[in-house]
Structure formats: structure tokens, C-alpha cells
């Protein structure tokens, strides 16, 4: 993996990365939860853009100017209609999108939310699934990346523990893979 990942609790709009995604709905409209954070810290020039590119389809995204945020981007992730809810191929396909944008304004840093996972009433833990294993899948597969951190920034010390036991889930299985893999080759 030529990038990592990196888990935070805090506040997604403070992190100084090159690009925020934002869990937005299909239409663009930065109402609630992470989406109205980053409306209310960056300024209304990223809800002015997003009125200009808007409505984008469930699982894509699109990126804005990050305004008076701490990065120089916000992408934003269409996890779900605007009054509907997320699902694990919306989350997935969003996300996937997500970081190819990124790839194409040549990001090295993004912080990511839990997507889906708040007012969308996705189930947190099957979004640490989906998002760590779309990550890994990037950072791994994609030879073209520009990413060298993924950064999840969880909001709140219940949802960054779902995500870390996923993490270290993964870490484990992955080491007792080389492991095995080792064994074999010594025989």
C-alpha cells in the first residue's frame, strides 16, 4: 500500500488536508450534520458552487473550492437523495468517486466523514467496512493515485472506536495472511 490510513475523533472542518470530503446529498444542498458543518465554518461560496454544479446522481461526487476551510477542497460525496437514506452501494460508489476525484485535483491528503453513517441512518459499523475497505482498495489498486493519507475523521469517541476495531480487524487478518504465506514458502 503506498498510503495510509489514519484514524481521528474530531472535527472533520478543522482538518488541514488538501481536500474534505463531505457527506452531501444528490442535490448539493449543505443542510444537517456534516454537510451544515462545513457550511457553517467555510462559508456560503461552497454552497454557491455547489448550487452551480448541483444535482450530481446518488454515488457520485463533485468538487467545490473549500472557502473559508482549512483545505483546498471539499469533495462532495452523494451518498443519498436529499430526505432518503444511504445504503452500502451508494456509500461504496460514492466514496469510489470520491477518492478519483481527488486523484484528479491532485490531492495527497483527505479527510473523510463517516458517510451515510449520520442523518443518511446507515449502520455505522457496516460504514467502517465499506469505507476502510474502498480506501484499501485505492491506495492498493489504484497505480495512478496521488493520495499518500486517507484520513477518517469521526466525529465523536463511539463512532471512531466502531472504526478502529474495524481497522485493527483488518490489520490482524491481513498480518495472519503473511503469516500463512510465510509458513507455505518455509515447507
Known amino acids: ?14 482538518q488541514a488536508v488538501d ?3 463531505n457527506a452531501a446529498n444528490s442535490q448539493l444542498v449543505l443542510g444537517a450534520g456534516v454537510a451544515g458543518a462545513i457550511r457553517a465554518r467555510g462559508g456560503p461560496s461552497i454552497q454557491e458552487e455547489c ?3 448541483g444535482p450530481i446522481q446518488v454515488g457520485d461526487a463533485a468538487v467545490t473550492g473549500a472557502g ?12 443519498m437523495p436529499p430526505g432518503g437514506s444511504a ?23 483527505v479527510a473523510v466523514p463517516a458517510i451515510g ?3 443518511g441512518g446507515f449502520s455505522m459499523q457496516r460504514c467502517a467496512e465499506v ?14 493515485t496521488t493520495l499518500t493519507e486517507i484520513r477518517f475523521v469521526l466525529f465523536g469517541e463511539p463512532a471512531y472506536r466502531i472504526f478502529e ?14 503469516l500463512e504465506m510465510a509458513r507455505r514458502q518455509t515447507r
Open 51 to 53: 448550487d452551480a454544479i
Open 1 to 14: 500500500m503506498s498510503g495510509r490510513i489514519v484514524l481521528v475523533e474530531g472535527d472533520i472542518t478543522e
Open 131 to 144: 469505507s476502510l475497505e474502498e480506501a484499501r482498495r485505492h491506495l492498493e489498486g489504484d497505480t495512478d
Open 117 to 119: 453513517a449520520g442523518i
Open 165 to 178: 476495531m474495524v481497522h485493527d480487524q483488518a490489520r490482524v487478518v491481513a498480518q495472519m495472511e503473511r
Open 19 to 21: 481536500a474534505i470530503v
Open 87 to 109: 445504503d452500502e452501494e451508494s456509500v461504496r460508489s460514492s466514496l469510489r468517486r470520491s477518492f478519483e476525484r481527488a486523484r484528479e485535483k491532485g490531492c495527497q491528503t
Open 68 to 79: 473559508d476551510l482549512p483545505a483546498r477542497f471539499v469533495i462532495h460525496a452523494a451518498g
